[in-house]
């Protein structure tokens, strides 16, 4: 019986496998429209908790600022990757002027710490710059690489996702996965992939992609000298990552040389406003 599931667990690793957007071999036990599936309710859990410590922000004018900022770079998402067009695009605005972080899960739902701005004093062109990340993990399926890490990670739960006969034990490790994908980071590999891809979004855009330098320089200045903060605790040097954007931006200019900005795509903006 070991040496059988040990089978399945070989072929499952030599064929659970997918191509990213820039041609980078990435490892998945969960299909990226599972992992959309599971995110929502890993994401709408989170938003609840928001709610119920009394975390989402009631700011109206960040809340729009957030919402035009954001629709312009799913604009451009939506025409380069049409797959994201049927996206709940959304993004709570978590009330934590001490946490510098975002995220985005598969399927387009993001989370923005009003720490940002607090702290780092954003341009909009900056802001574009962190949106445009976190919307190229999902675009480039970095949820479901999180979860198809922590489903491998996970006793027996390998295993489970390759018994079809089983749809609701498969179902249930996927959930789980899509939970800790919440707390798991991206590789540094998957980050710099996100850094590219973001990069080309706030260009197409409208935005100006020197923003990407100043925003890591800013960043490079927050924390306590000792420990990073949350957005950065995982990513690759702030002085690597600012000289390896720096390095593209000229080649970015050329995706929109006038600068044309681009139409607001519709985002759902979950604050306590929208909560009442």
């Excluded at 191509?19 to 309710?41: C, D, H, N, Y």
């Excluded at 445009?132 to 390998?158: C, F, P, Y």
């Amino acid at each position: 019986m070991k040496k059988y599931l040990s089978l399945i667990l070989v072929t499952v690793l030599a064929t659970a496998c997918a191509t990213s957007p820039t041609g980078r071999k990435q490892f998945m036990l969960i299909s990226p429209e599972s992992a959309i599936v599971q995110s929502k309710t890993a994401y709408l859990n989170a938003v609840s908790e928001f709610g119920k410590e009394d975390k989402l922000a009631d700011d109206q004018a960040l809340a729009d600022r957030v919402a035009t900022i954001t629709g312009r770079l799913v604009s451009v998402a939506v025409a380069d990757f049409p797959q994201s067009a049927d996206w709940e695009w959304s993004v709570a605005i978590v009330d934590d002027d001490e946490t510098v972080n975002a995220w985005c899960m598969a399927g387009g739902r993001m989370a923005v710490y009003t720490g940002l701005f607090e702290k780092l004093k954003l341009t909009d062109a900056e802001f574009a710059q962190i949106m445009g990340h976190e919307i190229s993990h999902a675009l480039a399926n970095h949820t479901a690489e999180r979860m198809s890490r922590a489903m491998a990670t996970q006793v027996g739960l390998v295993t489970v996702g390759t018994m079809s006969d089983h749809p609701n034990l498969t179902m249930g490790g996927a959930a789980l996965a899509a939970q800790l994908a919440l707390e798991l980071p991206n590789s540094r590999t998957a980050e710099s992939e996100a850094d590219r891809i973001g990069l080309e979004l706030a260009t197409k855009a409208g935005f100006d992609p020197d923003a990407a330098v100043s925003l890591w320089e800013k960043m490079g200045s927050v924390g306590d000298g000792k420990r990073p903060p949350e957005f950065l605790s995982t990513h690759p040097a702030p002085g690597n990552r600012q000289a390896a954007l720096a390095a593209m931006t000229q080649e970015m200019r050329g995706l929109n040389p006038q600068g044309k900005k681009a139409p607001v795509h519709p985002v759902t903006i979950v604050s306590a406003n929208s909560a009442k």
